[in-house]
């Protein structure tokens, strides 16, 4: 593997992981989860989450990727040689090309709702219209396609570039641009007349709202925030350089997209009670971005046009940017495994990737149209691949990433790769491997019997 590259700098490094990390999960699927589980509570438990499984599982992602320098498949191989234990990166492969398959559609409605605010096509419209607007657009037969393909070939196009010139470049251009977006939005809500019930919601926790539920919710979210449990931070780890410290990226990493999300909350929060909203249950998956957010918008700031015009674009582009940078991490798993393992060129390898992807993208596109009442398991293709990807195989990719790493992973060889062979002090090692063998596997195996509904907690 002589000619792997490798990223350029640390904050290269850091940024390009926390692309990977923050995205739609954050703005999207953070705010409605922490609206329907009781706002701050929930956040107090999310962020539980991220430092008791998601920092470990994140550092063990590194430690696994660099220590190897292959695909995620591949890394299990180098480092179990000749064991089964290289199916937790062929999962990992397998997963990220079905979340591939479903993130870029709803990816591609960003660029078409961007399209419509830069239009200023939400002025004037009725909570009604949203609906219309929502559903006569996703369920086109050719538009969300359209707006898919693009959004496949804008990562395709800096996948290609390669590492350092492709993922790096374009994460430090775009993370600084999605934090400037996130402050001036936070700005725009909380300064509304009335953003204080808002921030009430979110800042004083109502602990009678958690139960078992509460807390199984937030560990699934966290997963899929942090980009765990497929491989996606350990193939971009197997391109950091020696010198990188992964304990403290991995701390970077989270700190980021746990800031980023809760930013999200700031944002949606203050609006949604300014303009005297109640959040319904209906409000799940692309409803509330897609249909609710343009109206309450429109509502908030009604007494400066201008002001909400802008708020809605900049809103729309920051989960452009979100988004992209959240693809090009899926697309990169499956690609380095597909160049490596298949000895192809990286473009070639891109190709097919991208290609079988926009193909089965298509039908996950129509499930919003011709094709919703074609049904799997009583899901909609689109439905089915994210049941599948986010409730079983991302928790169980976890859970044996946790395994692998406790139990099976020589300790000093693991103590080598966090300190840098030697060079850096690994504080807490212990508590880490006592997570990683017990915490975790037991924890996310909770969370997915919860999952399949074999087993519910309290
Ligand atoms: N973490 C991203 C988000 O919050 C999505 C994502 C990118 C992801 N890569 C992943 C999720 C790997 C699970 C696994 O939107």
Do not use: M, R
């Given at each position: 593997m002589a000619s792997r590259e490798n990223f350029g700098s640390k904050l290269g490094v850091t940024l390009a992981a926390a692309g990977s990390a923050v995205g739609l999960g954050n703005i999207w699927r953070f705010p409605i989860e922490t609206g329907q589980n009781g706002g701050a509570a929930y956040i107090i438990v999310y962020i539980a989450c991220i430092i008791i499984l998601g920092i470990p599982i994140m550092i063990s992602e590194f430690a696994i990727g660099r220590r190897s320098r292959r695909n995620t498949a591949g890394a299990y191989e180098a480092l179990?040689?000749?064991?089964?234990?290289?199916w937790i990166g062929r999962l990992g492969v397998f997963t990220g090309f079905i979340i591939f398959c479903y993130y870029t559609v709803v990816a591609g409605w960003t660029l078409e709702y961007s399209a419509l605010a830069i239009g200023n096509?939400?002025?004037?419209?009725?909570a009604e219209d949203y609906k219309t607007i929502f559903s006569e657009f996703a369920g086109h037969p050719i538009k969300p396609l359209v707006w898919m393909a693009v959004m496949f070939l804008l990562t395709h196009i800096i996948i290609v570039?390669?590492?350092?010139?492709?993922i790096e470049k374009y994460s430090k251009l775009m993370m600084p641009v999605l934090f400037i977006i996130v402050i001036i939005l936070v700005y725009c809500s909380v300064t509304l007349p009335k953003a204080s019930e808002g921030l009430d919601f979110l800042l004083?926790?109502?602990?009678?709202?958690?139960t078992g539920n509460t807390i199984l919710n937030a560990m699934g979210q966290a997963f899929f925030s942090l980009s765990l449990g497929l491989g996606c931070l350990c193939t971009y780890a197997s391109y950091f350089?020696?010198?990188?410290?992964l304990t403290k990226t991995a701390l970077n990493v989270c700190g980021i997209d746990t800031f980023i999300a809760v930013m999200a909350g700031f944002i949606i929060f203050p609006a949604v009670f300014n303009a005297g909203y109640q959040l319904q249950?209906?409000?799940?998956?692309p409803s509330l971005i897609f249909i609710t957010l343009p109206s309450i918008f429109q509502e908030s700031f009604s007494q400066m046009p201008i002001v909400g015009y802008i708020f809605a674009v900049m809103f729309y582009l920051l989960l452009v940017v979100a988004a992209l940078t959240s693809t090009i991490s899926i697309h990169e798993v499956v690609n380095a495994y597909i160049q490596e393992e298949w000895h192809l060129t990286r473009s070639q390898a891109a190709w097919v990737v991208t290609g079988i992807c926009m193909f089965l993208g298509f039908f996950s596109c129509w499930s919003f149209g011709?094709?919703?009442?074609?049904?799997i398991f009583g899901m909609t293709v689109f439905d089915l691949f994210d049941f599948c990807a986010s409730n079983i195989f991302l928790p169980v990719g976890g859970m044996l990433i946790s395994i692998f790493t406790g139990w099976r992973l020589d300790k000093k060889m693991l103590k080598a790769e966090l300190s840098n062979e030697g060079s850096l002090k690994v504080p807490l090692f212990g508590v880490y491997t006592f997570i990683l063998k017990f915490i975790a596997p037991l924890a996310i195996g909770l969370v997915l019997l919860n999952q399949l509904g074999l087993f519910k907690l309290l």
């Open positions: 179990a040689p000749g064991t089964q234990w290289k096509a939400f002025e004037g419209k009725t570039k390669g590492v350092t010139s492709g004083k926790p109502d602990f009678s709202k958690i350089a020696k010198d990188t410290n249950p209906s409000d799940v998956g011709w094709l919703s009442d074609f049904k």
